[in-house]
T-cell receptor, first 117, second 112 residues
Framework: AQSVTQLGSHVSVSEGALVLLRCNYS??????LFWYVQYPNQGLQLLLK??????LVKGINGFEAEFKKSETSFHLTKPSAHMSDAAEYFC???????????????FGQGTILTVHP | SQTIHQWPATLVQPVGSPLSLECTVE??????LYWYRQAAGRGLQLLFY??????ISSEVPQNLSASRPQDRQFILSSKKLLLSDSGFYLC???????????FGEGSWLTVV
């Protein structure tokens, strides 16, 4: 069984400020972890993924996330927010337990990021 | 290269009408296929997955069904839509020995 909790349904930051979106997961097997972004009326775009290699994962648009097994966390950060980062962000977990397990993602409820000028 | 096509992109359907969303993958064979749904104000939820032609697994009970008539074709259907079926539907695939899931562009369904 697996689950994802995203802490904070809405996060607001000023342009240029640090972005921190929190994600905690639960998984009975070693997890694969993902962050996706969804802009209004658009599909999902993969920001980054952790698949048991380096624990610090760098993604697109300056985002990165660190896998912390002891804390069961995979928080997303960006040093300096841009107006274009305003969107909804989803954390998701799956596993490499074989077969279809990789594609069976469990998503968090999402965090809407607002960036103020 | 592999691509995934999903259509229609948007549709508005009356309650009680049928539904058919189609998804086709190109450039790979024997993919694992998935249907996800995002209801308003909620995260995405896996509805169905398929490991081969005619093989469908349902993750949640609902008013919808899925079929896989061909290796790279995945169809989401309903005989009678409910208001609660409104949402954003995403098709996805995995396979080819790659640790990557590929999503389609999605279909926005509004039931009125």
């Amino acid at each position: 069984a697996q689950s994802v909790t995203q802490l904070g349904s809405h996060v607001s930051v000023s342009e240029g400020a640090l972005v921190l979106l929190r994600c905690n997961y639960s998984s009975s097997v070693p997890p694969y972890l993902f962050w996706y972004v969804q802009y209004p009326n658009q599909g999902l775009q993969l920001l980054l993924k952790y698949t048991s290699a380096a624990t610090l994962v760098k993604g697109i648009n300056g985002f990165e996330a660190e896998f912390k097994k002891s804390e069961t966390s995979f928080h997303l950060t960006k040093p300096s927010a841009h107006m274009s980062d305003a969107a909804e962000y989803f954390c998701a977990v799956s596993s490499n337990a074989g077969g279809t397990s990789y594609g069976k993602l469990t998503f968090g409820q999402g965090t809407i990021l607002t960036v103020h000028p | 290269s592999q691509t995934i096509h999903q259509w229609p992109a948007t549709l508005v359907q009356p309650v009680g009408s049928p539904l058919s969303l189609e998804c086709t993958v190109e450039g790979t064979s024997n993919p694992n296929l998935y249907w996800y749904r995002q209801a308003a104000g909620r995260g995405l939820q896996l509805l169905f997955y398929s490991v081969g032609i005619g093989q469908i697994s349902s993750e949640v009970p609902q008013n919808l069904s899925a079929s896989r008539p061909q290796d790279r074709q995945f169809i989401l259907s309903s005989k009678k839509l409910l208001l609660s079926d409104s949402g954003f539907y995403l098709c996805a695939w995995t396979g080819g020995g790659r640790n990557t899931i590929y999503f389609g562009e999605g279909s926005w369904l509004t039931v009125v």
